[in-house]
């Protein structure tokens, strides 16, 4: 299982592969920036290059990882958090907006404080048999900057 990262948004996204469970997928290196902020988004609940532990599945707690996030750009107004599949046409797992634009952490099981959630955290669950799916973590800045991190599982 290989794990690489991938740089690159309107302004600068961070996005970082960690493959998961039975995982073989493999994900490429690269990495393109405009000169922009970059947001860094992280987990103390896995690396970039480990697995998506299953407490954070259907089959363990379902319960949300906890996250942490610096530089933030200065004239952010806002960030949202959104957790994509795309391997499941993007379906939202995690969506929360209005987060005050500023470096910060949301514990395990928690939600980001000072945003209004439009998605409670689903859990990663894809079908058995379906093959690995990947988990977009992005932060994004209002006006400009954003970050990921991205983990798959496979059931």
């Not at 922009?36 to 697995?51: E, K, R």
């Not at 859990?123 to 798959?152: I, R, W």
Request: hydrophobic share 35%.
């Amino acid at each position: 299982m290989r794990v690489g990262r991938v740089l690159a948004a309107a302004s600068v996204a961070l996005v970082m592969l960690a493959g998961c469970g039975k995982s073989k997928r493999a994900a490429s290196d690269g990495a393109v920036s405009s000169g922009g902020p970059t947001i860094s988004l992280t987990s103390t609940a896995f690396n970039p290059d480990g697995p998506l532990p299953v407490q954070f599945t259907c089959d363990g707690d379902g319960v949300s990882p906890p996250l942490a996030w610096s530089g933030v750009p200065k004239n952010a107004t806002g960030l949202t958090l959104t957790v994509t599949d795309p391997d499941a046409n993007g379906f939202v797992h995690w969506r929360v907006e209005g987060i005050p634009p500023h470096d910060g952490q949301v514990a395990q099981g928690a939600n980001p404080g000072g945003g209004a959630v439009s998605q409670p955290w689903r859990p990663a669950c894809p079908p058995k048999g379906a093959g690995p799916h990947h988990y977009v973590f992005k932060l994004t800045a209002k006006p400009a900057g954003s970050g990921g991190l991205t983990a798959t599982f496979e059931r």
